[in-house]
């Protein structure tokens, strides 16, 4: 029985300043689990969050596919695509991407706005509960920590209960032991929800407390 997820075959991916084509991902190809927590490691500049932003269908390879549970993002059309970012896929960045004007539980339950979702305010307090700030909800964005802003985006990710959740560099502003307890929080998370995780992350104490690691080397995935 194929338990897989997300398969990506053979994707190529180049970018154009000016004249000059530059190649950053060269023929990738992956194939990920259900309930896997896989990081991918690389330096800057080597096409890690071009290759997650593949991944998650806010950006197309030149070549090759990404199929989704059997499906191709690359194929689909573009509200397809959304519906997919909206109801199959969570985002956390290294940039929080809280809105300053909403407190914390209305950031959260922001991503619900575009679907039809029974009980969104509990299901936002359950999962700001789960992270630690059940005493912070009605605060803003400005009046919380690094720490306490990304764990409010991760509980946003998961609010419509996507299936797979992509986290780019998702301790990359924080301190290491800041960075630590967020990650710990991420990986309860994804574990209580039975959610697959995939993180990029230059940082290999980050990747290795992934079940499974890859590097982005050359424009290649390799273990």
């Known amino acids: ?27 990738v190809s992956l194939s990920v689990q259900h309930g896997e927590t896989l990081s991918i490691m690389g330096a800057s500049g080597s096409g890690k969050s071009t290759l997650l932003h593949i991944l998650g269908g806010l950006d197309k390879p030149d070549s090759g596919d990404v199929f989704f549970e059997e499906k191709s993002l690359v194929k689909m059309k573009p509200a397809k695509q959304a519906a ?15 809105l300053p004007e909403l407190d914390v539980l209305q950031n959260v339950m922001l991503p619900s706005m575009t679907v039809r979702c029974k009980d969104v305010r509990a299901r936002a307090e359950h999962l700001l509960e789960q992270v630690g700030l059940a005493g912070r909800m009605d605060h803003r964005p400005m009046e919380l920590s690094g720490g306490e802003q990304q764990r409010v985006a991760m509980a946003r990710a998961l609010m419509n209960d996507p299936e797979l959740i992509l986290a780019d560099e998702p301790t990359g502003n924080l301190d290491s032991h800041t960075g630590k307890n967020v990650l710990h929080n991420l990986f309860d998370l994804a574990q209580s929800e039975e959610r697959t995780l995939i993180l990029v992350t230059h940082n290999e104490a980050v990747a290795q407390s992934c079940s499974r690691e890859l590097v982005l080397k050359d424009g290649k995935l390799e273990e």
């Open 84 to 98: 997919f970012r909206a109801h199959r896929c969570g985002f956390i960045f290294q940039s929080y991407h809280l």
């Open 1 to 27: 029985m194929n338990n897989g997820i997300l398969r990506v075959k053979d994707v190529h991916k180049s970018y154009h300043i000016g004249r000059r084509a530059v190649k950053v991902l060269h023929g």
